[in-house]
C-alpha cells in the first residue's frame, strides 16, 4: 500500500487517472515518493480504463524539490547511484504511454520542476514558481531535467535557467514555453482534467506510438 503517492480515478471524469502526490508540507521527493510516482504510473500503464493522465500535489504545491536531508550522508558513489534512481523514477512520468497533464500549483522547483517536463502539457497556477535552483549549491539537476528542459524550451533558454539557477513566476514561464497556459489557483485542476478529458478521447494506440 502506497504512503504519498494515490492513483485515483473519478467518477465524473471518465478514463482519466489522476497521480496525487501527498506529502505535506512541500510534497518533497523523497526516494519513497519517486518510487510510487513511478509505481503509480507504470499502473496507468496496465489499465484500460485510464486514457490519459492527471499529476497533481493538491492545492498549495506541486513538488518543492527532493528531500536534500537523504543526501548528506551519501558517499559520492551513493550519490551518483541515487541520482541515476531519481532519473529512473522521475522518468516513469515521461514513459506514461498515454497524455499526461500536470497540474502545477505552489512550487515546482529542482526535482519538482524536472518530473513536471516528463508531462505532455503543463497547466501552472497563476501565483505558482519554476526553476532548477541546484546551481545555486553547487549540484546539478539530476533527474534528467537538463536534457527535458531544452528539448522543450531550447538551449539557449534552458542555459539560462540552469546556470542562473533562477526561479521565475508562471507568467514568465509562459513566455519561455515552459508550461502552456496560466490559469487562476482555483482552476488549476479543473483545466487540468479538461484537457486529459479531450485527450483521452483519442485512439491509444496512435497516442502511445505518437509520444514515442
Known sequence: MTQFVKLQTPEDHTGVGIICIDRPPHNLLSRQVQMEIAAAAEETNRRSDISAVVVYGGPKTLAAGADIKELHSMTS??????ARRLQQ?????????KPTVMAITGLAVGAGLELCLGADRRIAAANAKLGLPETKFGIMPGGGGTQRLARLIGPSKAKELIFTGRV???TEALDFGLVDE???PDDV???ALAWARQFSGAASMAISHSKR
Not at 523514477?89 to 504511454?97: C, F, M, N, S, V
Open 77 to 82: 558513489a551513493e550519490l551518483r547511484a541515487d
Open 168 to 170: 521565475i513566476e508562471a
Open 182 to 184: 496560466v490559469v487562476a
Open 189 to 191: 485542476l479543473g483545466t
Open 89 to 97: 523514477h522521475l522518468g516513469a512520468i515521461a514513459d506514461i504511454g
